[in-house]
C-alpha cells in the first residue's frame, strides 16, 4: 500500500477491476482529454444539481404548497398520506439510480439487487392513485391521474438527477485515475496502462464515498 494524492490510501499498482473500470468509463463518456474531462465533470454536477433543485421545487409547489396533506390514508401500502408518498417516490428513485449505476459500471449484484425492488415500490406507488380513481369511488379519476403525474414526473426527475451526480462521481475517479498513473484519458489510451509498472491506484470506493 502506498499514499496517493490528498493522503489517500491506494494499492500498488493497477488491478484488472480498475483497469476494466476506466476503459468502459472512457468508452461510455467518450473523454477527449483532461479538459473535456474537466467541462463534463462540472456539467454533469451542475446539471444534476438543477435538476434535484427543480424536483424539490415542483414537489414544494404541487404538494405542499397546495396544502395537499391529507387526515386519510391515500394508499393501502403501508398506510401513507399523499404527501408521504411523494417523498418516498423520489427517494426510492434516487437510491434506485445510484445503486443501477454503481451495479452496472462496477459488476456488483447486490446493488442490481437493491435497485430493483426499489423501482417496482415507486412504480406501484406512483400508478395506484389513477388505479384508484378507476377502480374505486374512494377518489376521482380526474384526480388519480393529477397525482400519478406528478409521481411519474417526480420518479423521473428524481432518476435523472441522481444519474447525472454519479456520473460526476464516475468521471472525477477517472479524471484522478487516469492523472495518478500519467494515461490520456481517450478510450484509445487508457487500455494502454496495462503495461504500465506498478503504480498507485485511486480506489474507487475512496472517491465515490
Known amino acids: 500500500m502506498v499514499e496517493g494524492p490528498d493522503g489517500i490510501v491506494a494499492d500498488a499498482g493497477p488491478t484488472p477491476d480498475h483497469q476494466e473500470l476506466a476503459e468502459r468509463l472512457s468508452v461510455r463518456f467518450q473523454t477527449q482529454g483532461f479538459a473535456s474531462l474537466n467541462s463534463m465533470i462540472f456539467a454533469k454536477a451542475k446539471n ?3 435538476v434535484m433543485t427543480g424536483l424539490a421545487f415542483f414537489v414544494w409547489m404541487s404538494v405542499f404548497f397546495r396544502q395537499e396533506l391529507s387526515t386519510e390514508v391515500d394508499t393501502i401500502l403501508l398506510g401513507f398520506h399523499f404527501h408521504h408518498v411523494a417523498l418516498l417516490v423520489a427517494a426510492l428513485a434516487f437510491f434506485a439510480a445510484v445503486f443501477s449505476e454503481l451495479g452496472n459500471e462496477l459488476g456488483r449484484a447486490i446493488p442490481g439487487l437493491l435497485a430493483g425492488p426499489m423501482q417496482v415500490v415507486a412504480f406501484i406507488y406512483a400508478i395506484e392513485p389513477v388505479i384508484t380513481g378507476f377502480s374505486s369511488d374512494a377518489l376521482a379519476v380526474e384526480a388519480g391521474l393529477w397525482r400519478t403525474g406528478r409521481l411519474i414526473t417526480i420518479a423521473v426527475g428524481s432518476t435523472l438527477g ?6 460526476a462521481f464516475f468521471l472525477v475517479w477517472l479524471r484522478d485515475f487516469c492523472d495518478f498513473n500519467g494515461i490520456d484519458p481517450r478510450p484509445s489510451q487508457v487500455p494502454a496502462m496495462a503495461t504500465l509498472p506498478g503504480e498507485a491506484l485511486l480506489e474507487v470506493e475512496d472517491v465515490l464515498s
Not at 441522481?162 to 456520473?167: K, P, S, T, V, Y
Open 162 to 167: 441522481a444519474r447525472m451526480i454519479m456520473e
Open 48 to 50: 444534476g444539481a438543477m
